[in-house]
């Protein structure tokens, strides 16, 4: 059975840094693309970053580009997020999300396997 389990979530300030895992088993984690998405509450699920097979093939939403990067490391089979300069509005449950395609993708419903969310909250 597939497991994605995030790690890394907690409580800070406006302005820290965290750095969310998630460790896959996967058995050809490799060959996934990895995507983070988020969900605040009262509000859908968005985007926030997606890394495919090639860890130079990246993307990111508008509202974390520059603060946020995704990276992976196929060894021990997980995805990395750090998230730099937080702020309140970045307060929601992130989610990880495997894509068996290998290519970056912005789209929820492109992934096969989601975790079960870590949450994030940025008091101001």
């Known amino acids: 059975q597939v497991q994605l389990v995030e790690s890394g979530g907690g409580l800070v300030q406006a302005g820290d840094s965290l750095r969310l895992s998630c460790a896959a088993s996967?058995?050809?984690?490799?060959?996934?693309?990895m995507g983070w998405f988020r969900q605040a509450p009262g509000k859908e699920r968005e985007f926030v970053a997606t890394?495919?097979?090639?860890?130079?093939?990246?993307s990111y939403a508008d509202s974390v580009k520059g603060r946020f990067t995704i990276s992976r490391d196929n060894a021990k089979k997980t995805v990395y997020l750090q998230m730099n300069s937080l702020r309140p509005e970045d307060t929601a449950i992130y989610y990880c999300a495997a894509d068996s395609a290998g290519l970056p993708t912005t789209r929820g419903y492109d992934h096969d396997h989601w975790g079960q969310g870590t949450q994030v909250t940025v008091s101001s």
């Open positions: 996967l058995r050809t984690f490799s060959n996934y693309a």
């Open positions: 890394i495919g097979r090639r860890v130079d093939h990246t």
